[in-house]
């Protein structure tokens, strides 16, 4: 599947982003989401005939962003950070020679334009966000919210209450039957009805 060269880059990239995630605390987006969408990621790219390692790649990396965005003042977006350390990474972690400019660049846009669903300049992008937006749904988007809200309720309803509008923007017809094989939306749903449900109370005159 992979060059000899891009199988070392991709063991290298994914030891570099274990560390990363093992030395720093990002609730609900440590090393093993990482692990699942650079998984997610492969099985798309696949099937849908896509740079398969490039795929893999941007799943690797593109939360590193999550580690300086956790504890500080919130102007500045996960996106930003990683795009910003992957620069870095790229410009002065040796091992990255071996990817060319032009996979950089892909890279670059695909993990900086990971949460806007209209940014289609290359087709790795729109792989990207799938293969994130496979990780929010089921019992493990759930998991996940609650860790990254530290259990606020309050929260984690309003930010659930996205999972609607995450599901539309499903992009790839693979990615899609993933979503509707392993029934992904039915803890979401039952998730948000028992909260809708909680809160309705009786009326009186
Ligand atoms: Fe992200
Ligand atoms: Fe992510």
């Known amino acids: 599947?992979?060059?000899k060269k891009q199988q070392e880059l991709?063991?290298?990239?994914?030891k570099k982003v274990i560390r990363y995630f093992?030395?720093?605390r990002a609730p609900g987006h440590g090393s093993d989401h990482a692990t699942r969408v650079?998984?997610?990621?492969?099985?798309?790219a696949k099937a849908e005939k896509s740079n398969i390692f490039l795929c893999e790649m941007a799943g690797w990396l593109h939360d590193v962003g999550r580690v300086p965005e956790h504890g500080s003042d919130g102007?500045?977006?996960?996106?930003?950070?990683?795009?910003?350390i992957c620069q870095d990474w790229f410009r002065n972690d040796s091992e990255f020679k071996k990817l060319t400019k032009k996979e950089k660049l892909i890279l670059l846009y695909s993990i900086r334009y990971h949460w806007n669903n209209a940014a289609d300049k290359y087709v790795e992008a729109i792989i990207l966000r799938d293969?994130?937006?496979m990780d929010l749904f089921g019992k493990i988007g759930i998991k996940r919210t609650e860790e990254f809200f530290n259990y606020?309720?309050?929260k984690i309803n309003l930010n659930i209450r996205l999972r609607a509008n995450n599901a539309f923007w499903i992009r790839t017809k693979t990615a899609r039957n993933f979503f509707n094989k392993y029934k992904m939306f039915d803890p979401?749903?039952?998730y948000e009805l028992k909260n809708l449900k909680s809160q309705i109370k009786s009326v009186e005159l």
């Open 152 to 154: 606020d309720k309050h």
């Open 75 to 84: 102007t500045k977006s996960h996106h930003e950070f990683s795009y910003e």
């Open 188 to 190: 979401i749903y039952k």
């Open 10 to 14: 991709i063991q290298y990239t994914r």
């Open 38 to 44: 650079a998984s997610w990621a492969v099985k798309i």
């Open 22 to 24: 093992d030395k720093h």
């Open 1 to 3: 599947m992979y060059t």
């Open 131 to 133: 293969a994130d937006k």
